[in-house]
């Protein structure tokens, strides 16, 4: 039994560290998706907290009961083998998108923060990726299991930090005019369809190995709940930020004025969070298109950041939300399938 449990909390460490990437730790994709919006936008990231806990278990279990060893796989079980392999393709063009989001938050984090040109940023962690690729990946993975948790523990401080600022309770209940507001009631899904369109990458072949549903639907919820407490202590800290959609990294900001001696290390964070989510996603890029194109991997890795360098040269906030929100919309396909196949019981 004991074994079981520590196999369920290994699960929803994987599921946590995959969703919460470099848009996640700068802040910037929780206000795109819920905080601009006040209270409503509140209600909705409880409700994606819902459905991070319930759709990201019936993923995995899903791909336990059709015996999927990857994402490609399951998207053939759910959308059928024309439409399935037609989506498999769109996920490429996907996560070379968030490539590029990722990078270019590098050069925010450059350029906002440390005051250095953010072309140099973007160009400096590309070089650091290649070799990083070229020597191996299992040492950079290793850091995930040190950055998240950190980065955790930095939310649950600035939250309650924000707690005890004057007219806390004011800043949480406001409903800001917006003239998108109507987005607000679809952020939920596009959030939690964009993210778990994302993790199934991941959250597939681990469940395929674990093979184990009890453990499956333990480490799911466990990973969901703390998926929701995350994204419920960042908003609170954000909320408190005036004009808060003006910044780049929003979340450095609130760590510069509510707790400015840890300033430099949450930096190093959420560079570091950046950094691991761009080796992530351009490994499992490289692997895919190698599927398709049998050519050697350097030249691969190196087509992939000339295209996502011209891509993320625009701003990350601009790219941020105009990208994910977009690639929200093409994942709710993704979700409502999964949302309505029968459970298995």
Known sequence: MTGKWSQALQLAAVYVGTIVGAGFATGKEIVEFFTRFGFIGLLGMIFAGYLFITMGTKLMLVAIETKSRSYQELNIVLFGRFFGTGINGLMLFILLGVNAVMLS??????EEQLHIPKEAGIFGT???SILVLTVGTKGLFAVNTFVVP??????FLLMILSLRLPQFVDHVMWIPPQ??????VLAPFTYTAFNLSLAQA???PVAFELKDENVVKWGGRLGGILLTLILLSSHFTLVMLDHVTLYEIPMAVMMKSLAAGLYWIFILIIYGE???SVIGNTFGLERQIRQYVPIHSTIIILTIFIITYFISIIEY??????LYPIFGYIGLAFLI?????????
Do not use: C, N
């Not at 938050?105 to 450059?110: E, H, I, L, P, Y």
């Not at 950190?150 to 939310?155: A, D, H, L």
């Not at 003239?179 to 607000?184: I, L, N, V």
């Open 150 to 155: 950190m980065m955790i523990g930095f939310s």
């Open 202 to 204: 991941v959250l597939v």
């Open 274 to 276: 950046i950094f691991t």
């Open 126 to 128: 590309i070089v650091l």
């Open 337 to 345: 399938l999964l949302w309505v196949r029968p459970d298995k019981e």
């Open 179 to 184: 003239s998108d507001g109507w987005k607000a």
């Open 105 to 110: 938050g590098a050069g925010a984090v450059f």
């Open 317 to 322: 906030g601009t790219l941020l939300s105009i």
